[in-house]
């Protein structure tokens, strides 16, 4: 398995109130990216990284923040957290130095706002 | 405007069967198509696909590019129930970036 972790799995907040999910990785890996799962709906890219402090916004960006200072490190903040942020969260890497688009996925963060 | 689309949304099938899972895609700069599984955690790889008519295969599974119609089709031979899952394909946006749009996903129910 590629080396990402994510923390925490699991949270539960208030609406709100600031959250801030942490993407870790090993590899080196240029790209990284962060979706959010919900039913019906797949996999939806909310922002992604190609490099240090360089990001892009994805198609469900609006209420959410990203900062990489590191290679290794990706940090999604949702600055006040809503109903509608309830979802699972999952990082991916991916890296082009063999041609390759593979993305490998994080274990997930499951976040819930109440 | 960039569009994946997967059918059917779900399926239950008995062990043995063999199913066809169907990913269509709308890009106007097509680079890549990538398939993968998802049981009760994060996404796996599957198969990635570029070229027309070169079939992937891995085990039980296999998968064909058709970029003239514009879809992918995900075959699974001798179901058994570990292949319950979510399969998912994606493919990079027309922009030229290496985002990734997906679809919805098939939910692929396998019965003993």
């Known amino acids: 398995d590629a080396g990402i972790t994510q923390s925490p799995r699991h949270k539960v907040t208030e609406t709100g109130t600031p959250v801030t999910l942490r993407c870790h990785q090993t590899e080196n890996h240029r790209y990284m990216y962060w979706y959010r799962q919900d039913p019906g709906h797949g996999l939806r890219l909310i922002h992604y990284?190609?490099?240090?402090?360089?990001?892009d916004k994805g198609e469900v960006s609006d209420g959410y923040s990203v900062s990489r200072s590191k290679t290794e490190d990706f940090l999604l903040t949702l600055e006040s957290a809503t109903s509608s942020q309830t979802s699972v969260y999952f990082c991916?890497?991916?890296?082009?130095?063999?041609?390759?688009?593979?993305?490998?996925f994080g274990p997930g963060t499951r976040l819930t706002v109440t | 405007e960039d569009k994946v689309v997967q059918s059917p949304l779900s399926l239950v099938v008995h062990e043995g069967d063999t199913v066809t899972l169907n990913c269509s895609y709308e890009?106007?700069?097509?680079?890549?198509l990538l398939w993968y599984k998802q049981e009760k955690k994060a996404p796996t790889f599957l198969f990635m696909l570029?070229?027309?008519?070169i079939e992937k295969k891995s085990g039980r599974l296999s998968s064909i590019l058709d970029k003239k119609e514009l879809f992918s089709i995900l075959n699974i031979t001798a179901t058994q129930t570990g292949d319950s899952a979510i399969y998912l394909c994606?493919?990079?946006?027309?922009?030229?970036?290496?985002?990734?749009?997906f679809g919805t996903g098939t939910r692929l129910k396998v019965l003993a």
């Open positions: 990284s190609y490099g240090v402090k360089d990001t």
């Open positions: 994606a493919v990079p946006y027309t922009s030229g970036t290496y985002k990734y749009i």
């Open positions: 890009v106007t700069n097509f680079r890549s």
């Open positions: 991916a890497i991916s890296e082009s130095r063999k041609s390759s688009y593979e993305q490998y």
């Open positions: 570029t070229s027309s008519g």
